[in-house]
């Protein structure tokens, strides 16, 4: 039974281009979370998705950054003219449900940009 | 929002020594989440607590879900090398987790 799988491991982009990262959760998990973490920090919520839907973007910065979880194939993160301070680890996480203990979160291994 | 405080932020102790962290909140929480995360990975979960006054064990750590759900300690027993990491709470109600704290077992 695969885990939360995430690719690529790491990523490095020049400033102005676009970082896509991708995101498959456990099997049977239809909800997505995606978390960003910078250096010696905690993580800070993004967004959560479940399938073609957008639940919870609070945590989003407004401008460049967007996310999906299309019907088929994985969560995508997009950020788009990356800067310096988007250098960080971004966790995706999913769950069975949102409700009960079914919410516990699984964790992937993180995508670690770092933008020259 | 809801703040969730975690102490200490750092701890740094020998093999073999006890110790208690601690996660508290402004309200109640629904339910709460432990996680640990080690240096290069994503958090690993470790318990969930939902009722007041819950004490839940697995092997050397103890997590205890205060009577009015406002608070939560994670106790580890005689630590080892292999319990450092960053210990990360996580309330349910609005998907925040705390700042953690980073301990370190030193052989």
């Known amino acids: 039974n695969a885990g939360v799988m995430q690719n690529p491991r790491h990523l490095v982009r020049r400033r102005g281009q676009e970082a896509r990262l991708r995101c498959s959760p456990m099997?049977?998990?239809?909800?997505v979370y995606w978390y960003r973490q910078l250096p010696e920090e905690g993580l800070k919520f993004m967004v959560y998705?479940?399938?073609?839907?957008?639940?919870?973007e609070s945590g989003m910065p407004k401008e460049r950054f967007s996310a999906e979880f299309p019907k088929e194939g994985p969560s995508i993160l997009r950020i788009q003219q990356v800067v310096r301070g988007d250098s960080a680890a971004y966790f995706c996480?999913?769950?069975?449900?949102?409700?009960?203990?079914?919410?516990?979160?699984?964790f992937g291994p993180g995508t670690r940009l770092t933008v020259t | 929002t809801q703040l969730l405080e975690q102490s200490p932020q750092f701890l740094s102790i020998q093999e073999g020594e006890n110790l208690t962290v601690y996660c508290n909140s402004s309200?109640?929480?629904?339910?709460l989440q432990w996680y640990r995360q080690e240096p290069g990975e994503g958090p690993v979960l470790l318990v969930t607590?939902?009722?007041?006054?819950e004490v839940k064990k697995l092997k050397r750590l103890t997590f205890q879900f205060g009577d009015a759900r406002k608070d939560s300690s994670l106790h580890i027993t005689a630590a080892q090398p292999g319990d450092t990491g960053l210990y990360l709470c996580?309330?349910?109600?609005?998907?925040?987790f705390g700042a953690g704290t980073r301990l370190t077992v030193k052989p």
């Open positions: 309200s109640v929480f629904s339910s």
């Open positions: 607590v939902v009722t007041g006054g």
């Open positions: 996480a999913s769950s069975l449900s949102s409700t009960g203990r079914m919410y516990e979160q699984y």
């Open positions: 099997k049977g998990h239809s909800h």
């Open positions: 998705l479940q399938k073609e839907n957008i639940i919870d």
């Open positions: 996580y309330n349910n109600n609005d998907m925040r």
